[in-house]
């Protein structure tokens, strides 16, 4: 299943790309989404959905199969398990940005999304429906979040606007030595543990200098899909509800004229 969505960010392309593929940051801002560790290039946490009373959470994994720096490129790869055993959720993502304005960044994503199980009776048609209305809730909070950090509390004095790529850059080096000070935390805490207690295997060593940190993140409330289609769905419906009784008025009438 292909969906396209295009949605607009209030940032100079190299900002926007630079919080764009900072996963960690955004996560907050998808729908129903929660980030629990970070392991390496591997993202994991769990999705939740809902259909009226049918409620599924996707455990599953998501990292970076490309991203290029210069030609503002990513491509996201993500795989989830229904944690009941329902189906199976896979989708490969590919985010591809480009300027509007100096101050302005469009985001194009192509998604191939595959399911199977209960979620996987909904045709295209309403998945698409479902894929823009979350999208536009990312945009919509990334923003809020966006205008969050870049506003200054009351009083402060206003600040000359700083060159963006310096920004973009600034961002992306916080990002690496958070995860670096997190990485050598891990090592020293396995080096500790290793006084009096001989030498490690091989597998020990490389789980330890991986390491994997955890993510306090709040619990999101289930994406409710037929809140996210909202008409499209009950136009479907009414449709198909049409449809059944304009077949039983011609079965009664039918019957009558024998």
């Known amino acids: 299943m292909d969906l396209n969505n295009t949605f ?3 940032r100079p392309i190299e900002e926007a790309w630079a919080v ?6 955004i996560a907050p801002c998808l729908p129903g989404a929660q980030l629990t560790e970070v392991e390496g290039d591997d993202y994991r946490g769990f999705v939740k959905v809902k259909v009226g009373p049918i409620t599924a959470q996707f455990k599953g994994v998501a990292n970076f199969v490309e991203r290029n720096d210069s030609d503002h490129r990513a491509v996201l790869s993500g795989k989830g398990r229904d ?3 329902a189906g199976n959720a896979s989708a490969l993502i590919t985010a591809k940005l480009e300027p509007v304005s100096d101050s302005i960044t469009r985001v194009n994503v192509d998604t191939d999304m595959k399911i199977t199980g209960k979620f996987a009776q909904f045709g295209r048609g309403v998945m698409a429906d479902v894929s823009a209305a979350l999208m536009d809730q990312f945009a919509q909070n ?3 979040m966006l205008a969050e950090e870049g506003s200054g509390g009351p009083g402060e004095p206003e600040q000359s606007e700083p060159d963006q790529s310096e920004l973009a850059e600034s961002v ?3 990002s690496e030595r958070a995860r670096a000070e997190q990485s050598e935390q891990t090592v020293q805490t396995g080096d500790a543990s290793d006084v009096g207690g001989g030498e490690r295997s091989a597998g020990e060593s490389t789980a330890a ?3 994997v940190r955890k993510i306090d993140m709040p619990e999101p409330e289930a994406i409710d899909l037929i809140d ?3 008409a499209p769905v009950l136009k479907r419906a009414a449709v198909l509800i049409g449809v059944v009784v304009a077949l039983v008025v011609l079965r ?3 019957r009558r004229s024998r």
Not at 20 to 25: C, S
């Open 83 to 85: 944690t009941r055993g």
């Open 228 to 230: 996210a289609a909202g």
């Open 8 to 10: 607009e960010v209030a």
């Open 252 to 254: 009664r009438l039918l």
């Open 209 to 211: 200098s991986g390491g």
């Open 20 to 25: 764009l593929t900072d996963l960690e940051r």
């Open 172 to 174: 992306r080096a916080e």
């Open 142 to 144: 990334l923003a809020e």
